[in-house]
Antibody
Framework: EVQLLESGGGLVQPGGSLRLSCAAS??????????MSWVRQAPGKGLQWVSG?????YYADSVKGRFTISRDNSKNTLYLQMNSLRVEDTAVYYC??????????????WGQGTLVTVSS | QSVLTQPPSVSAAPGQRVTISCSGS????????VSWYQQLPGTAPKLLIY???KRPSGIPGRFSGSKSGTSATLGITGLQTGDEADYYC???????????FGGGTKLTVL
């Protein structure tokens, strides 16, 4: 059974940094058989795709240059390093697995989410 | 403001049929597959439809998807109170090189 467990969320001041983690089980990140994505949801708002990694990496314009997606194959864990955080980055951040390599649209498994609050 | 346009809300009675539209452009829906997700209150989204009209295992046949040109549609028949949720469409935007979601549609089963 695929499971995704996010951690690392919390309260941070504007301009600060945070690193989110997503521990995967039930499949192997290092196989490159699956793309992985981060998707966020601001309080009371809709879903926004943030970043994805497969053979390469992709970012939404709103986070490009500030966020970095990566994975540690030895730990079967996905990361999102978030720098220069803004109030508008406040959201629940979900880790999601793509159904196959290069799939940032067919997200077939999701974590429970971790809340990031950017506030002074 | 979302790249893909969905109606903010739809409603129908139990047992009835409802459709939710998702409108885009040639750079997104027009040239890429569409997925649909269901988000029940307080939970993570769940994949309902992928590749425009395919259902993952475990998703009832009451849910269907279609695409025509730059628009996609989610259909739900035999509505149940448990279907009350937010529904989102998603596709890849080839000009932005990023995945994009619709703004979401809240389904109320009256």
């Amino acid at each position: 059974e695929v499971q995704l467990l996010e951690s690392g969320g919390g309260l941070v001041q504007p301009g600060g940094s945070l690193r989110l983690s997503c521990a995967a089980s039930g499949f192997t990140l290092s196989s490159f058989a699956y793309a992985m994505s981060w998707v966020r949801q601001a309080p009371g708002k809709g879903l926004q795709w943030v970043s994805g990694i497969s053979g390469g990496t992709y970012y939404a314009d709103s986070v490009k240059g500030r966020f970095t997606i990566s994975r540690d194959n030895s730990k079967n864990t996905l990361y999102l390093q978030m720098n220069s955080l803004r109030v508008e980055d406040t959201a629940v951040y979900y880790c999601a697995k793509g159904a196959h390599a290069g799939s940032y649209v067919e997200l077939d498994n999701w974590g429970q989410g971790t809340l990031v609050t950017v506030s002074s | 403001q979302s790249v893909l346009t969905q109606p903010p809300s739809v409603s129908a009675a139990p047992g009835q049929r409802v459709t939710i539209s998702c409108s885009g452009s040639s750079s997104d829906i027009g040239n890429n597959y569409v997925s649909w997700y269901q988000q029940l209150p307080g939970t993570a989204p769940k994949l309902l439809i992928y590749d425009n009209n395919k259902r993952p295992s475990g998703i009832p046949g009451r849910f269907s998807g279609s695409k025509s040109g730059t628009s996609a549609t989610l259909g739900i028949t035999g509505l149940q109170t448990g279907d009350e949720a937010d529904y989102y469409c998603e596709t890849w935007d080839s000009s932005l090189s990023e995945a994009v979601f619709g703004g979401g549609t809240k389904l109320t089963v009256l």
